[in-house]
């Protein structure tokens, strides 16, 4: 026999247990009061609403370094459009879900970082009202140009453009990356580092193998020269044939 | 005005009150429909109307390449974005030879069986706040919930839309400490339950609001293609963990809880998804203890491009058996492409259970079929 | 003119129409503090004094907050749908309104500035208060009709009937337990029946007069269509109810009105069972009896508050059921047992024999209750699951 | 404000309650009307000092018997109150002149004897000697059977009515009703 | 000017005879009800001023027959309407003018 309503009288002693505890036990209140300003003042205006970027990075209880927003450009140190990493190759393009990318690629080509020079970006719109944050076009992103912000105040007055990010507004430098996401950021430019170092050790051993060769070439050559003068002492001397710049345009085409 | 239709009962006759409860409804979860009519306060018929968010996902996947589709299964039950991920996932690797890693195979079974919690706790939560309390269990739910959902976003890096399955594997490893955190929110997570089931499971009150109501027959059950937890609480032991032993679900012990009896009310429905998170974290506990390094990815290429088949994936999602049906033409995108979605199947009784009961059973009996709108729509 | 009467009558009903208005918006403030701490949140935190342009704001811990709520209120638009009842629509949030506020000046509150001698509220010294009390209660019945019914809205119909349903049955329980209190006392007088309890001599410390305190917190909280029977506003079936229809000023008056009854009948328990005024330290200071009274409501209301946060509600039938195959019976054998039991003291004054009556009494309570209990949910019980390997 | 203002006051309110709720069409305003009728009645019972049955008088008739016609009406017609036929029956006009006849042969002798009977007791004594208790004891001692018998009555009314309401059908059903 | 019995009279008297009108001329069997409660709330009106302002008034006949009057009336109410439920159902109609089948059939 159990006691006459004793169901209710231990819900009740469970909800008592919750009160009392929402105000000592911090695994019970997991909400936290929102402070408008770490300054704790109000707003001078309505419209101060939408915070400053430094402020809104500066917020944990709302982003964390794990978080994903909506995408956008890296570009490394330096003028923005002079080191942005797309090449406007159009893969995200392609591959984006709900398509809210749109590119144009540049009628010139460009040099960034002593590499070859490729297209970059004339236009990258990224229609954030419409992308879902699924972080494919970081997936596919051949160049690493492409990651994911965790900027999340983007509200705006303005109904069709406000939304619609332009090439500038996505461009951040890889030090904001590294502000952000630095876990992230620093196994990506890890294996970018990884990657360019595997390169450089290929070329250097390519160029090695090939300095090897001309090397020997140029003693084979040298030797048969010397055995050609030997055999003409007439015949002037030509100039070695190896050459640094074939072997670095070899590298880039890869 | 309203259609009142004259009908007879217990010798008084009154009128029929049409009442189209939806979309605009506070305890329909989502934008659904249901036509009632009404005599005084019993329904007597009862049809339910959706579509209002249908958003051609099916036709949609058909026109975009295989690894596209993956975040728009996250939208189908937005709950449960880890099962939906693996139930294409797992239809898709049918279409093509891959090796999954065991690490990533691990760490699926962890994300499945958090998403279980998540999805229970919840669902728990909202059927009594459909049965009147203000809110309270929905909110220590939400409590308990946002710890996984913070797991969630330290692994995937959004707390509902994952996005995290992969052909193959898995996006991106875990970060470090995850598992630690991991094992102590799942360590924690029976002694709330222990609270919940305090607060819920005698309260006289909800004994007798559930109990009795919505009844649904095995026989029925089984011939309407029910099934998750609805189909165990009408008595039916059947477990899709348990039939398609998929993933390396055979090496974890766990029991499958469902009803004794012949016919599933409420009640069952409710206390089979409280006993089945006792299970989850059985199954999570063996899962951190047995989990270790390795590559989270296998030797899936970058382009996925099968070669002509056919391929139906299934998991034990929370809400049921949820089931992706692919045809692969050869190209990059599927020919074909559908799902099978719990909720849709499981409301298709609706009707049965509401008739001849109150207007306040209706609600808790679509709450406690637990549908989301998403997966019903598509 | 009787310019001594209305003097008396001004200094009588001018505090009532100020502290519990008062008490109103502060309760709407706590309610919303308390549910929110039982549900591990912080609520209301940010509202306070507005001092923006000298710097800087008083938050108060959100007790701005029913000011705000009620600035709010006032400024909505008054939106009639179309096809209701204009005149009805706007009389039923008044109609509600006016009898909870009506039912105050029965409430035995001494006020140390009026020159009554058995109840302060001289102006209303009514033979009969506690069945005025229930009779005019009884009228909100027809403001939630009148509501329900001039929206022309299916949900607020339904509401409206739900709500008719609910209050008329549970009248009869709170009534029947109110009378127990009025046999013993002996008269319908609200400050006879405070004067019978003075040191101590509460009835909810007597077996039959628990009983009736529990029924009559039980009918009063479905009278007042308090959470686990807020079933004219429930929710998740039937929208808002009667007030689906209700924005603005008017739903502010019935949301006054509804809270208003709160008090009035957490008043009315106070009255009959908690010793109205009587607490420590009365003799001494008389102005702390209406302290006393004032507290004792406040903590009925926070009992009420409590379940809220944590009951859902019945269904209709159930909770027509309980009041008439649960409550009615037991009030009824509790009437009998507190005619025993009352003789049995007056036969003889004995502390054994006293003793004796107050255990039987609880007991055969107990056991009825238990019994009803018992016939009327006799299949409902916790289960037991199998497993499947 | 005086008596005599409370009861033109009252006598307005309590006629013009009356004439509403008997001619309204649609008739929840009518119910309305006839509880504002009793409202004004009770008043006028309280000004005639007669404390308890103003009591009783709201509370049975605009707590009970309003919610019963409410009740009644919303069973028997459309929700909307609305009276879907022809208001008036076919003998109005010679019901209207009964009607005026009675009050007539009603008034007639009222007036008549209006200057024998002026004289009240005082207020005082009437307060006094009519409170509840007084009453109670009343009700007990000489009028113990017409209270008993009254008491039959209403049980007999009540089942009555459940039968008639009910109709033929529940009996056959058996008890079945919850 | 003080109230006296006439007054009382001559307005139980208006109230009477507006009941009277109801029942005669409205077709609708509720509202027939209502008239009736308005006649016997006359009748009341002229117990209760009779007592008043008559001899005897500690004997309380007034209040008493009116106490009886009401509690009568209620009983009159229920089983009224109950009838008028049960009308309805066999005609589908309170039309009083349109249940005349005895005089008919």
Redesign the interface.
Known sequence: MSLLGGGIFKGMAVTLRNFVGSYFDKERLTTKEYAWRTDDKLPERAGDYPKEEAEQLSDTTTVTHYSRNFPMLLHDEGEPMDTVRCVACQICERECPPQCIYIEKSKDKMERGGNKAQFYPATFDIDVSVCMSCQICVEVCPFDAIVMNSQFELSTPDRFGGLLLRRDDLLKSNDYYHKIHPEEAAARDKRIADEKAAKEAKKKAAEEAKKKAAEAKAKAEAEAKAKEEAESAEKPAEAPAPTHTDAKKEDNGE | MPNYELIQQDGLETSLLEVSMGPHHPSTHGVFRMDVKLDGETVVDLKPVFGYLHRNHEKLAEAMSYLASMPFTDRLDYFNSMTNNWAYALAAEQLIEIEIPERAEYLRVIMSELTRLVNHVSLVGFFVNDLGALGTPLLYAFREREKILDLFEQASGARMMCNYFRFGGLRCDVPEGWLDRTREVVDRFPKFLDEYEKLLCENEIILSRTQGVGNLSKELAINAGITGPMLRASGVNYDIRKVDNYGIYDRFKFRVPYSKGKVGDCYDRFMVRMLEMRESIEILKQALDGIEAGPIMGNAGKVFKPAKAEAYGRVEAPKGELGFYLVADGTTQPYRYRVRPPSFINLTVLQDMCIGQQVADAVIILGSIDIVLGEVDR | MNWELIGDILLATVPLLVIFPSMFALTTWVERKALARIQNRIGPNKVGVPLTPYGGNLSLFGLGQPAADGIKMLFKENIVPTGADRLFHLLAPILSLIPAMLVLCFLPLEFPWLNGEQNSVKAFMLDGAVIFFFAITGLNTLAVFMAGWASRNKYSLLGGMRAIAQMVSYEIPLVLSAVVVVMIVGSLNAAEIAEAQAGWNWYVFQPWGLAAFVIFFIAALAETNRSPFDLPEAESEIIAGYFTEYSGFKFALFFLGEYIAMFAISGLAVTLFLGAGGGPGVEALPWLKVIWFLAKVCILIGVMIWLRGTLPRLRVDQLMGFAWKFLLPLSILNIFIAGFAWHAKKANEGTAVSVIVWVAALIILYAAAKGLDHVNRAKVKPRTYQYGE | MNEVTAFWILAAISVIGALVAVRKRNLVHGVFALLVFFAGLAGLFLLLLAEFIAVVQILVYAGAVGILILFAIMLTDRVTGKDAFRVTSRGSFWGAIIALAVFLVILLPTIREIPLIENATPKDMIVEQSSVKELGTKLIEPYIVTIEVLALLLTAALIGAVTAAQGGRASEKGENTE | ???????????A????????????????A??V???V??ML?AA??NF??F????TN????H???F???T??????????G??????V??HF??????SLDTLKEE
């Open positions: 000017m003080t109230l006296a019995l006439h007054h009382y009279l001559i307005l008297a208006v109230l009477f005879c507006i009941g009277l009108l109801g029942a005669f001329s409205r077709r609708n509720v509202v009800l209502f008239s409660e308005i709330n009341n009106l209760i001023a007592w008043r302002f008559g008034p500690e004997l309380l007034g209040p008493l009116t106490l009886f009401i509690a009568v009336a209620a009983a009159e109410v229920a089983v309407l109950a009838l008028v439920i049960a309805y159902r589908r109609s309170v039309d009083l003018e």
